[in-house]
Nanobody
Framework: QVHLVESGGGFVQAGGSLRLSCAAS????????MGWFRQAPGKEREFVAT????????DYTDSVKGRFTISRDNAKNTLYLQMNSLKPEDTAVYYC?????????????????WGQGTQVTVSS
């Protein structure tokens, strides 16, 4: 069992930056691949980024490439999402998720554990 808690969300103007964190507890954090997803009002949850357990491989949805960076610190049991050049369309609740597979997955159904989410609001 893995317990995930996101933090770092907030209100920012377009062009600004935020850094989200996801603190993990329970089973060995380094055994899990991790991902970030987001859900805007009235829309389905969508994939944002994912990272392997070692941190050596990552994948991003096209709309955030070059602006967002996913990283992890296994010694601190923490996942991060650095978000730069934020746009109003990035406004959503952001969730971190974990799975024990060795691959990079974009499908939400592939993830076993989820956090409660943190709100990110970007004003124009």
């Amino acid at each position: 069992q893995v317990h995930l808690v996101e933090s770092g969300g907030g209100f920012v103007q377009a062009g600004g930056s935020l850094r989200l964190s996801c603190a993990a507890s329970g089973r060995t954090f380094s055994s899990y691949a991790m991902g970030w997803f987001r859900q805007a009002p009235g829309k389905e949850r969508e994939f944002v980024a994912t990272i392997k357990w070692s941190g050596g491989s990552t994948d991003y949805t096209d709309s955030v490439k070059g602006r967002f960076t996913i990283s992890r610190d296994n010694a601190k049991n923490t996942l991060y999402l650095q978000m730069n050049s934020l746009k109003p369309e990035d406004t959503a609740v952001y969730y971190c998720a974990a799975h024990m597979g060795s691959s990079l997955y974009r499908a939400a159904r592939s993830y076993d554990y989820w956090g409660q989410g943190t709100q990110v609001t970007v004003s124009s």
